[in-house]
Nanobody, 123 residues
């Protein structure tokens, strides 16, 4: 069983910063990527940032480029989202996900999600 646990959300004023953390644990063969989506009330869940572990590259949504940075921790089972210059429109529940391959012999791809952490940007 794989678990994905997020932390670090909260209330921050416009222009402020927050750092979200996400840790994957359990038994699996390989993590292929980890990242973040967010969902604001009344809106669809949208991608924010992804780190492709197997390639060592990252992608960002246009709305967060140059403000958010995704980095991995030791052993590539932890990912952080550093959010700077936060705006009210960044308010949402942020969900971490991990794309991985299960243990052999099948090495099946799976995606696991965390429970979400609330980020509120307001004065």
């Amino acid at each position: 069983q794989v678990q994905v646990v997020e932390s670090g959300g909260g209330l921050v004023q416009p222009g402020g910063s927050l750092r979200l953390s996400c840790a994957a644990s359990g038994s699996f063969f390989q993590i292929r990527g980890m990242g973040w989506y967010r969902q604001a009330p009344g809106k669809q869940r949208e991608p924010v940032a992804t780190h492709f572990t197997i390639y060592g590259t990252s992608n960002y949504a246009d709305a967060v480029k140059d403000r958010f940075t995704i980095v991995t921790g030791n052993a590539n089972t932890t990912v952080y989202l550093q959010m700077n210059g936060l705006k009210p429109e960044d308010s949402a529940v942020y969900y971490c996900y991990v794309d991985l391959l299960s243990n052999g012999p099948d090495y099946t791809p799976h995606t696991y999600w965390g429970q979400g952490t609330q980020v509120t940007v307001s004065s």
